[in-house]
């Protein structure tokens, strides 16, 4: 579907979808420089996951248009519905997929259902909402009721398949969102950043709500304020980062027990946070040695997993070695990268014993890795290994998670303690730009959709491997910062 021209009134499926995600998106995408907006490999992995499960659906590949729906084929895709909602708005729906049914339609004997692919196990108000836009209307399409559709997931284990009553209460719903949108796009300003500012991540208008964020100084640019703290702090009259920053902890601590302990014990953490932020400062919080594991340490390896969370397949473990000079100093340009494999889930036991011998040939270097996942995985593929109890915990003493250990011994002015953010606030550029964690599964998939025999000549893999080599050298490059201040 493209872009809604700038005049035009029409409200579609997409539009909707947008509004229940975030107010300011639909606003956004309807009144925005669309040249604002950022590519996410997200949208390019739903697509990939609803054609997956359409075609687990489905008996034959789905047909294109009115005339497949005239023949009455089992799946039609790239139909263009329109109708006219409450208030005479104007309405347009490209539903995914309709599925033939039992049923009357002006055609014949048979009806069409509408189909959604969802990515998580619970139906969402957004999915059951299109849903309801797509059956209202389908209904003068056919010339009949569309009393449910389907909401389908492919999964491990086979494909889930809930059937959605498109009932009145749905339909009220549908109705209240339709006017409350059009209300909304009415107004000339855009409706505020939203407080679950999660959500921000995956969305293409990230580039100019996060600028204007860091402008405004947002609650939610402070580290540790997510959509609930940053409701109470506005009920007590803070509103921007700076408010936060000039308020005293005590004071602040005192009101904030009131809705609940966890938020009165963060108090003076958030404060601080918010003046780092606010005024570029860096505070050490921990005079001891930072990183004494290394002080004597022949060499380091460095460990960063890339996962597929839907085949439940950590793909790849990436690992690089870096022997200690002659002099004491480490030079990471002469660092190995070593890629290891893992096609399918199944195959993981063969990955564990390749990552074993990496693991025993640099016996007693200290593994550095950003974050909980690495040292989480290694202990439950050894353990599934049957590896003994002291052989795991002597790996794991071996591992340091230098992402706690940054956050245990230094506040620093950035929103975000993730390694994208630190790292790039030392200075570290990732070599492929915009490249993450969506990027390298999109990858993934695309290469593992390539022929057996055509595969060494796709350039996917080579590009995960240098965004799991990057994402190791600048694990180093944090490392490295946090040696440097002893
Ligand atoms: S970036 Fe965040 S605030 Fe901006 S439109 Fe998207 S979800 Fe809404």
């Not at 998106?25 to 950022?38: I, M």
């Not at 601080?272 to 060499?299: H, S, V």
């Not at 230098?402 to 506040?411: A, D, K, L």
Request: glycine share 6%.
């Amino acid at each position: 579907m493209g872009k809604i021209p700038l005049n035009t009134n029409v409200i579609s499926d997409r539009l909707l979808r947008s509004w229940l995600r975030c107010k300011r998106k639909a606003w956004l995408d309807r009144f925005g420089n669309s040249q604002e907006k950022l590519w996410n490999a997200h949208r390019a992995l739903e697509l990939d996951h609803q054609h997956k499960s359409f075609l687990d659906l489905l008996h034959s590949k789905p047909e294109k248009g009115l005339n497949a729906c005239i023949k009455g084929k089992e799946g039609i895709i790239g139909l263009r519905l329109k109708g006219f909602g409450p208030k005479g708005i104007k309405l347009e729906a490209h539903p995914h997929l309709l599925q033939k049914t039992e049923g009357q339609s002006k055609w014949g004997d048979f009806s069409y259902r509408p189909v959604i692919a969802k990515q998580g196990k619970r139906l969402t108000r957004e999915q059951k909402l299109n849903l309801c836009l797509n059956g209202f209307l389908l209904e003068p399409f056919l010339e009949n009721k569309v009393p449910y559709g389907l909401a389908i997931r492919k999964t491990n284990q086979g494909l889930e398949i809930e059937h959605v009553q498109l009932n009145k209460l749905l339909q009220n719903q549908l109705i209240n969102s339709l006017e409350n949108l059009s209300e909304e796009l009415k107004k000339t300003i855009p409706p505020p950043i939203t407080s679950d500012r999660k959500k921000c991540t995956l969305c293409s208008w990230r580039g100019v709500c996060n600028a204007e964020a860091a402008a405004i100084g947002h609650l939610s640019e402070v580290n540790g304020i997510g959509a609930r703290r940053r409701e109470i702090l506005q009920s007590l009259g803070i509103n921007l980062l700076k408010d936060l920053a000039e308020t005293e902890p005590i004071d602040l601590a005192s009101k904030l027990h009131k809705f609940g302990e966890q938020h009165g014990e963060i108090a003076f953490e958030l404060v601080a946070q918010a003046k780092a932020q606010l005024n570029g400062d860096i505070e050490r919080l921990n005079p001891d040695k930072i990183l004494p594991e290394i002080n004597f340490a022949k060499g380091i390896l460095i460990y960063d997993i890339e996962s597929d969370p839907d085949e439940r397949n950590d793909f790849l473990h990436g690992l690089m070695s870096l022997k200690r000079e002659e002099n004491g100093s480490w030079n990471i340009k002469k660092g190995r990268y070593h890629p290891i494999l893992n096609l399918e889930k199944k195959d993981e036991s063969y990955t564990w014993k390749k990552l074993k011998m990496k693991l025993e040939k640099y016996q007693d270097w200290p593994i550095l890795h950003y974050g909980e996942t690495e040292i989480i995985t290694i202990s439950r593929m050894a353990k599934k290994n049957n590896l003994p109890e002291e052989d795991i915990s002597k790996i794991c003493n071996r591992m340091i998670d230098i992402h706690s250990r940054t956050r245990e011994y230094w506040r620093l002015p950035i929103n975000s303690y993730g390694l994208k953010s630190l790292a790039g606030w030392i200075g570290f550029k990732w070599h492929q730009a915009g490249a993450d964690g969506p990027n390298a599964l999109l990858w993934w998939r695309q290469w593992k959709q390539v022929k057996i025999e055509d595969r060494k000549k796709s350039t996917k893999l080579k590009s995960i491997f240098e965004y799991n080599k990057d994402d190791c050298l600048a694990t180093w490059a944090v490392t490295n910062w946090l040696m440097s201040k002893g």
